[in-house]
T-cell receptor, first 115, second 114 residues
């Protein structure tokens, strides 16, 4: 069975400072990994994904993520956080050995960027 | 290009009633998945449809069901509502079923059971 862990319920960071949101995963085979962001009373917005290839993936709004197979991690990063980055962030995994498009999500990490 | 549209946005139902939620995927997307989001359980997969066939099902009781129409629109139904069914129900559509494609989510339907 596949699973995702986001060890931090909340991350606080000052505007302009680097932002990191942690994610570790467990799958039986190779993973497809995704990051989504959710603003209040909204659905999830896709940020980026890792399928194969370069371990550093660049996505929307200046976000990037680093895939580390040995540590089974896929941490989300942004070099300089903005107040508007304050939101709920979800990491998700899709097991390529499994059928269908099912995504398994982590519990989410709330990011608060203070001016 | 229009995004994923879910209707209604908000619903209030009484325990024991049933409810039907609707999802129109992005044009050309044939894979539709449903998720339940609650503060306690987070985001949980309900089921996935592709070409009017259920391809995958999460660990939910039989009170939760769904279907997909020939135009890829999907509905989910919850019968005999319980207080614990109060949640944000999210629909997601994907272009392909090869699992590399990202899912695009609607804004969700907020269901409150009283």
């Amino acid at each position: 069975a596949q699973s995702v862990a986001q060890p931090e319920d909340q991350v606080n960071v000052a505007e302009g400072n680097p932002l990191t949101v942690k994610c570790t995963y467990s799958v039986s085979g190779n993973p497809y990994l995704f990051w989504y962001v959710q603003y209040p009373n909204r659905g999830l917005q896709f940020l980026l994904k890792y399928i194969t290839g370069d371990n550093l993936v660049k996505g929307s709004y200046g976000f990037e993520a680093e895939f580390n197979k040995s540590q089974t991690s896929f941490h989300l990063k942004k070099p300089s956080a903005l107040v508007s980055d304050s939101a709920l962030y979800f990491c998700a995994v899709r097991d390529i050995e499994a059928a269908g498009n099912k995504l398994t999500f982590g519990g989410g990490t709330r990011v608060l960027v203070k001016p | 290009k229009a995004g994923v549209t879910q209707t209604p946005r908000y619903l209030i139902k009484t325990r024991g009633q049933q409810v039907t939620l609707s999802c129109s995927p992005i044009s050309g997307h044939r894979s539709v998945s449903w998720y339940q989001q609650t503060p306690g359980q987070g985001l949980q997969f309900l089921f996935e449809y592709f070409s009017e066939t259920q391809r995958n099902k999460g660990n939910f009781p039989g009170r939760f069901s769904g279907r997909q129409f020939s135009n890829s629109r999907s509905e989910m139904n919850v019968s005999t509502l319980e207080l614990g069914d109060s949640a944000l129900y999210l629909c997601a559509s994907s272009l392909r079923t090869d699992r590399t494609s990202e899912a695009f989510f609607g804004q969700g339907t907020r269901l409150t059971v009283v």
